[in-house]
Each structure stands twice: as C-alpha cells, then as structure tokens.
C-alpha cells in the first residue's frame, strides 16, 4: 500500500492537471511512461468516483453544482461513511454527545463522531469565512447562501438571509411585470376572487339563517334538518309541536345538564341541525378590478380593460402576491440554485486555500 504525506497529497492535488498530461501512474500509483499508464485518473479523481459510486449525498451535490471536493471534503464524506458502518454495531454502550443527547454506541463510534463534528466546524467556518471575505461581506450584511449556513434563519416572511426587502421586491416587479397582461389578470383573479361555498336564492349564507332557529335552534326551517335520536334519519321538523321535536330530535353541540348553586338541576337543550345541502350553490365574486370602472353604466367605455402593473397594486396587494410565490413558486428554490452554483465555482477557483493543519493526519 502506498502511503503519502499531507504535503505530497497536497501538491499532487494543485498540481493535478500538470501530473496527469505528463505524469500518469500506474495502479499502484508509481509514475509510468506517457500512454503505459493504466488509468488517467488521480489519486484524488478516484476517491471522489468512490463517493459517487456509493451514491454520497455531500459529494454528488458538490459536482451537481459544478464543484470539486477538495480533500477535506472527502475526509468528511469517509468519516461520514465510517461513522454509518460503525452505527450499525450493537451495543448497551451509552455517551452524551456534544448537544447532551445520550446516544448508543461504541467507543469507536463516538470517536468518529467527535472527530467529524470537530473537522466539519472548523472547515466549515474556514470556507465560510473565506466566501464571504471574497464577496466583501461585512457584519450586518445579509450573506450569501453556503452548504454550511443552508440558509436556516429565514425570518417570519420567508426570507432568506441573503435577499434584503429591497431586492425581494425588485425580483418582484420584473416577475410581475415580464407576464403578460393576461397572465397578471388571471393571477390577480386567482388572490383576490371570492367564492362563497353556500348561498341560498336570496343570497344568504348558513351563518345567516342560524340566526332564524332561535337560542336553541328548535325552530323548523327549509334549509336545516333536525336529526332523530334513534334512527338517525333527518326531518325537517315541519308542523311539529316543540313537546315533540324534544321528544324526538338529537340533541347537539351547546347542550348540558346545569346544577345551580339552589340544589336545582337544568338541563340546557340545543338541537343539532344539519344544512340541507340540496338548498344552497356555490357563489363565485370575480375581482373587477383588472376592468375600468370609473365610467357609468350607460357609456361604452364601461367594457374597456385596464391593466395592472406592480407599482399600481396596493400594498397590501403586492404583500399577498410575494408571500405565496415565496412559499409555493419557484422564488427562492431558484435563487438557491443559482447561489449554489455560484458558491461551488468559488470553491472550485479557490481550492487549497483552507488551512493544512486539518489535514495532518489525511491517509497516512
């Protein structure tokens, strides 16, 4: 087995494109002449076509998004592996992790896990620190997405941490305003519409007829059942003394057995009711507000439509519109993707800059 210091495993990485066109190697990894070679790929090449293979979630996004590892990150992908294999061994063993959690596992287990948690902060905030000092952060500026701040402190709008308000409502207009007149009509219909689900032929709402069936709804109505008690089978209730619609009716949500202060007992009676369904249809209110209004009834240009642009909606308006795209469109899961991408091309251009001393012990 060939064994190599940090700084040689350092230097053969920087100079890989160099090593490979004019130095291949052998299996063993001992240089052969140029086209004897029986493979030309790295060292490095290799171990991360390992990562692949085993289908390594850290890795595969990695060069997804146009990056390579660099050996710090394959050190955490092959801590991460060990540390999988060795959960899998059981034991009673117990230890308290660095969050206090009691966790089952052996010795070696929560050694890996100390040395991963200590490898992935320290590299962590070593690339961190070094991507924001390339894109002149400065404290209290909102900061760039990273796989180590993953964009977790979004505040109670849904934004990330690196979209200032002023930005979010620029992304805003051009995506309102690039639409076409038509799309922002549907779009604004599809918000500020109303659809009532139960209106009955005069234009009352269940809500409203409620207020017809008295205190303890025992009033018969063409629009609510009573629900007999041992069949329970609707009536209507029609006709019917209030002596019988107590003998028979169910009793619903409301009604309990008082015991006042004097000894006496009251028994407080309210009637399930259910609506009669077959009474009631669905009321749709479209939004007006994408035709002109201002003219009377008796003009013709009553029919002309207008259009709305983002700066002619409301406040209020644009608040509602920006929240469900934030949460339900493709807002910020492409913006997310384009701050990946731009971070992995960083790192790719930057490789090596993190410091040595996480590698001293790297494959020796």
């Known amino acids: 087995m060939r064994v190599i210091t940090n700084e040689e495993y350092q230097k053969e990485i920087s100079n890989e494109a160099f090593v490979e066109q004019e130095h291949p190697r052998d299996s063993d990894g001992k240089f052969?002449?140029?086209?004897?070679?029986?493979?030309?790929?790295?060292?490095?090449?290799k171990r991360i076509?390992?990562?692949?293979?085993?289908?390594?979630?850290?890795?595969?996004?990695m060069l997804e998004k146009g990056g390579k590892p660099n050996a710090t990150d394959l050190e955490i992908a092959e801590l991460l592996d060990k540390i999988g294999k060795e959960s899998k061994i059981k034991t009673n063993r117990t230890f308290i992790d660095s969050n206090g959690d009691e966790i089952t596992g052996t010795a070696k287990y929560e050694k890996l896990r100390k040395e991963y948690n200590e490898l992935t902060s320290k590299h962590g905030k070593e690339e961190e620190?070094?991507?924001?000092?390339?894109?002149?952060?400065?404290?209290?500026?909102n900061y760039r997405w990273t796989p180590h701040n993953d964009w977790e402190d979004y505040d109670t709008d849904y934004d990330p941490p690196s979209v200032t308000k002023e930005e979010t409502e620029g992304m805003m207009r051009k995506y309102w305003n690039d639409m076409s007149r038509n799309e922002r009509e549907d779009r604004y219909s599809y918000f500020f519409s109303k659809s009532i689900p139960y209106v009955n032929e005069d234009g009352d709402t269940p809500e409203d007829l409620r207020k017809s069936l008295g205190e303890d709804h025992s009033i018969p109505s063409d629009y609510f059942f009573f629900t007999d008690k041992k069949t329970r089978k609707q009536f209507?209730?029609?006709?019917?003394?209030?002596?019988e619609i107590k003998e028979r009716a169910e009793h619903g949500i409301g009604s309990a057995t008082i015991h006042h202060t004097d000894g006496s007992v009251e028994n407080k009676i309210v009637y399930?009711?259910?609506?009669?369904?077959s009474k009631f249809e669905r009321k749709n209110i479209p939004s007006k507000n994408f035709h002109n209004e201002k003219w009377s009834s008796d003009e013709r240009e009553q029919s002309r439509k207008?259009?709305?642009?983002?700066?002619?909606?409301?406040?209020?308006?644009?608040?509602?519109?920006?929240?469900d795209e934030k949460i339900y469109g493709d807002f910020y899961p492409n913006l997310q993707s384009d701050q990946e991408k731009s971070?992995?091309?960083?790192k790719q251009k930057n490789d090596g800059f993190v410091s040595e001393t996480v590698h001293d012990n790297l494959y020796s």
């Open 236 to 243: 209507r209730g029609t006709g019917m003394t209030e002596e």
């Open 272 to 277: 399930d009711r259910p609506l009669d369904y």
């Open 129 to 141: 620190d070094a991507y924001r000092e390339s894109y002149g952060w400065k404290k209290g500026d």
């Open 32 to 45: 052969v002449k140029k086209g004897t070679g029986s493979s030309g790929k790295s060292l490095h090449d």
């Open 49 to 61: 076509e390992k990562f692949v293979e085993k289908n390594d979630f850290y890795i595969k996004r």
């Open 343 to 346: 971070f992995y091309e960083w």
């Open 306 to 323: 207008i259009d709305k642009l983002w700066d002619d909606l409301t406040e209020d308006e644009r608040s509602e519109i920006t929240h």
